[in-house]
Structure formats: structure tokens, C-alpha cells
């Protein structure tokens, strides 16, 4: 039961243009949203979160977006640099659980052409 | 640079043996838990420590065990390994064992059965 959902396995797009990646849960019971950047052979990289309260948090050239009628949260990235290169994971935590308890998408590569 | 760390980050282990993976959390961060990564997959929850006890477990069977020490670094033993334990193990710390808190990833450790 896959209740994280990243439909799209990798995503291309031009550097200076926007990079959208989308993700989709299934459990009404998450409250909080978080986006990880990872490089190969490096660990996940906490780039942005946002909590069922709102439907919008930006920090920098990172906006995510939670739509919770639709259980649905995307991340852009506006521009894309080369270095954005990298596995995107969206993950989302239960309330009322303990706090570490992630549950994660599959991941999309996105690839930013120079 | 996450503050967590892990030892070792690679290691070679044959069907059947058992191994034990160490994490130090980040400074003030009281809070640990364990995710395995397979490859092409997003990290699965094993487990999670808060002041040095379990504190919630994923679906990981019983040989899939740890500590967590009173200066918060953790251990995650696994016994009687097989085949498909092979994967990257990560420790992620953070403040506090409740939704909300910014979790941190260390660049985990590579284990392969053979």
C-alpha cells in the first residue's frame, strides 16, 4: 500500500525555466509535508516542508504547495540551475505519531539541461 | 553538512552473519530513527528512538533491532541477514519526538549480503 505517491520517475527541464514535481498521498491522517534533495552516494538533503495548516511555503528559489481537498503537494523550483540535478523525495509524517516516523515517495530525477 | 553521522559507510557481509551500523545525531537532537533504502525506492521506516527507547516500528521483522545511548547516538543491529537486506541504511535525527520537526539525514551506509 503505497501511500506516497510520485507518478513521475524523472522529469527534464531546461536550465532558467521552472521545475514542477508533483506528489500525491492517499492517508488523510498526515499533517506535515517535507521535500528531500538527494545525491547519489549522499544522503537525503531537507530542502522544504509545510504543515496541513497552510497551503503555501516559500524559501528562496523553492515553493511547495499542498492542495489537501485534492491529497495532493508540488515543488517548484524557479530557476533551474544543473546543480538542482539530483532524486527529489517527497515524504509525509502522521500526525499524532512520533515525529520521525517519514513515510516517502519513490522519488522523481529531475535533470536540469544546460 | 547534517550534523549526523554514520560508520561505516560501506560494508561487505555474507548470508547469515549479523551487523551493527552507528549513528551520532546531530547536537541537541534527541531523537533517532532508521530508514532502509533499496535500490530505485524511496527509504522505508524501520524504526524510531526517543530518549533511548522505541518509539514506534515499522513493518521490519523482530531481527531488526537497536539502541539508542544516553548521549543519543543509536545502534541498528540486524541478524541472520539475507540477500534482500542489502541496501543503504540512513539514520536521520532530530528535536523532539512529535510531527513538525525538521528531520536530518546522515549519508547512511552501504551494506551489501552476499
Known amino acids: 500500500d503505497q501511500q506516497v505517491k510520485q507518478n513521475s520517475p524523472s522529469l527534464s527541464v531546461q536550465e532558467g525555466r521552472i521545475s514542477i514535481l508533483n506528489c500525491d498521498y492517499t492517508?488523510?491522517?498526515?499533517?506535515?509535508f517535507l521535500w528531500y534533495k538527494k545525491y547519489p552516494a549522499e544522503g537525503p538533503t531537507f530542502l522544504i516542508s509545510i504543515s496541513s495548516i497552510k497551503d503555501k511555503n516559500e524559501d528562496g528559489r523553492f515553493t511547495v504547495f499542498l492542495n489537501k481537498s485534492a491529497k495532493h503537494l508540488s515543488l517548484h523550483i524557479v530557476p533551474s540551475q544543473p546543480g538542482d540535478s539530483a532524486v527529489y523525495f517527497c515524504a509525509a509524517s502522521p500526525a499524532l505519531e512520533y515525529g520521525n516516523k517519514l513515510v516517502f515517495g519513490a522519488g522523481t530525477i529531475l535533470r536540469v539541461k544546460s | 553538512e547534517t550534523g549526523v553521522t554514520q560508520s561505516p559507510t560501506h560494508l561487505i557481509k555474507t548470508r547469515g552473519q549479523q551487523v551493527t551500523l552507528r549513528c551520532s545525531s546531530q547536537s541537541g537532537h534527541n531523537t533517532v530513527s532508521w530508514y532502509q533504502q533499496a535500490l530505485g525506492q524511496g527509504p522505508q521506516f524501520i524504526f524510531q528512538y526517543y530518549r533511548e527507547e522505541e518509539n514506534g516500528r515499522g513493518n521490519f521483522p523482530p531481527r531488526f533491532s537497536g539502541l539508542q545511548f544516553p548521549n543519543y547516538s543509536s545502534e541498528l543491529n540486524v541478524n541472520a541477514l539475507e540477500l534482500d537486506d542489502s541496501a543503504l541504511y540512513l539514520c536521520?535525527?532530530?528535536?523532539?519526538?512529535?510531527?513538525?520537526?525538521?528531520?536530518?539525514f546522515g549519508e547512511g551506509s552501504w551494506l551489501t549480503v552476499v
Open positions: 536521520a535525527s532530530s528535536r523532539g519526538g512529535s510531527s513538525g520537526n525538521t528531520i536530518y
Open positions: 492517508n488523510s491522517m498526515f499533517d506535515y
